[in-house]
């Protein structure tokens, strides 16, 4: 489920909440790049059912640059910029005039301050639009995300995150005053040693809340969705590093609703959602 729910819970992720891109390759400036794609069978927000019909692409792409490196409260400050988007060939995607297909893209502007005791704290403004004048998606909010990073652990990477209304809705309902809360912990296995072909898998969790005014079709509902996955991984170690890291991925997603996002589905309160991604930071 390459949705913006699934795209927070792999952490390849919090382009929308808003992580730090990782430096692989040959690349050890100051400057990272993230691009990649995905084609999923459905896509939810949050939640809320948007497409599960005919071809859905969502390809992305980042930029961090560190500012900051040191010691003491704040240890480390970057800022990146990224766009997400979705293009359908189904219903959601036939809008008359401007693009079509290009249902929606999004743009996120943030900074992550890197804590003590393996914290990171992201603040974030993202647009949610429709590029198509016929399409209905607009929102835009402020994210605040807190990660700790357990790789030297159990390896779990949980986090929280506030998302507040600045205008419009998610949803499509009410002012854009709503407040929404998401947690989600991810671990991951190596299932294949492979100096060539490794194989990895994760489990990523999470949860989607309405803190207040979020889910409000037909009327406001605390619970909005659990979402759990297994995600295969596979790095392209024939492709040259100087060219970035590459790696494929599979996985499937169990997406379980509440009231409200269940109404918004058309009465269906789970879904079962099939992704395959590709990937490249550099």
């Given at each position: 489920?390459?949705?913006r729910?699934l795209?927070?819970?792999?952490a390849g992720?919090?382009?929308m909440?808003?992580?730090?891109?990782a430096?692989?390759?040959p690349?050890?400036?100051?400057?990272?790049l993230?691009a990649?794609?995905?084609v999923?069978?459905?896509?939810?927000?949050?939640?809320?059912?948007q497409?599960?019909?005919?071809?859905?692409?969502?390809?992305?792409?980042?930029?961090t640059f560190?500012?900051?490196e040191g010691?003491?409260l704040?240890?480390?400050?970057?800022?990146?910029l990224?766009t997400?988007n979705s293009v359908?060939t189904?219903p959601t995607?036939?809008?008359?005039?401007?693009?079509?297909s290009?249902?929606?893209?999004?743009?996120?502007?943030?900074?992550?301050l890197?804590?003590p005791a393996?914290?990171?704290?992201?603040?974030?403004y993202?647009?949610?639009?429709?590029?198509?004048?016929?399409?209905s998606?607009y929102?835009?909010?402020v994210?605040?995300?807190?990660?700790?990073?357990?790789s030297?652990?159990?390896g779990?990477q949980?986090y929280?995150?506030?998302?507040?209304e600045v205008?419009?809705?998610?949803?499509?309902v009410?002012?854009?005053?709503?407040?929404y809360?998401?947690?989600?912990?991810?671990?991951?296995?190596?299932?294949?040693e492979s100096?060539?072909?490794?194989?990895?898998?994760?489990?990523?969790?999470?949860?989607?809340?309405?803190v207040?005014?979020?889910?409000?079709f037909?009327?406001?509902?605390t619970?909005?969705?659990?979402?759990?996955g297994i995600?295969f991984?596979?790095?392209?170690?024939?492709v040259?590093?100087?060219?970035?890291?590459w790696?494929l991925?599979?996985?499937v997603d169990?997406?379980?609703?509440?009231d409200s996002?269940?109404?918004?589905?058309?009465g269906?309160?789970?879904?079962?959602?099939?992704?395959?991604?590709l990937s490249?930071?550099y």
């Amino acid at each position: 489920m390459k949705t913006r729910v699934l795209v927070l819970s792999l952490a390849g992720a919090l382009f929308m909440s808003g992580s730090a891109l990782a430096v692989n390759g040959p690349n050890q400036g100051k400057v990272s790049l993230k691009a990649g794609f995905d084609v999923t069978s459905a896509y939810y927000f949050r939640g809320i059912f948007q497409e599960d019909e005919d071809f859905i692409i969502q390809p992305y792409a980042g930029i961090t640059f560190d500012l900051y490196e040191g010691e003491g409260l704040i240890n480390s400050a970057s800022l990146y910029l990224s766009t997400w988007n979705s293009v359908h060939t189904g219903p959601t995607g036939s809008g008359s005039g401007g693009p079509g297909s290009w249902y929606e893209s999004d743009l996120t502007v943030g900074v992550s301050l890197g804590l003590p005791a393996n914290l990171t704290q992201d603040i974030a403004y993202v647009y949610i639009g429709a590029p198509d004048p016929a399409g209905s998606i607009y929102a835009e909010e402020v994210t605040f995300t807190t990660a700790y990073d357990d790789s030297e652990g159990w390896g779990l990477q949980p986090y929280i995150m506030f998302a507040v209304e600045v205008d419009g809705a998610s949803d499509g309902v009410g002012d854009g005053d709503g407040t929404y809360f998401e947690a989600g912990v991810s671990q991951e296995f190596t299932l294949v040693e492979s100096e060539t072909a490794p194989i990895t898998v994760s489990v990523p969790v999470t949860v989607g809340l309405s803190v207040d005014d979020y889910y409000e079709f037909p009327t406001d509902e605390t619970f909005g969705f659990l979402d759990i996955g297994i995600v295969f991984s596979m790095p392209l170690s024939s492709v040259p590093s100087d060219l970035g890291a590459w790696v494929l991925s599979a996985g499937v997603d169990f997406l379980f609703l509440g009231d409200s996002t269940e109404a918004a589905n058309g009465g269906d309160d789970t879904e079962v959602i099939g992704t395959v991604g590709l990937s490249m930071s550099y």
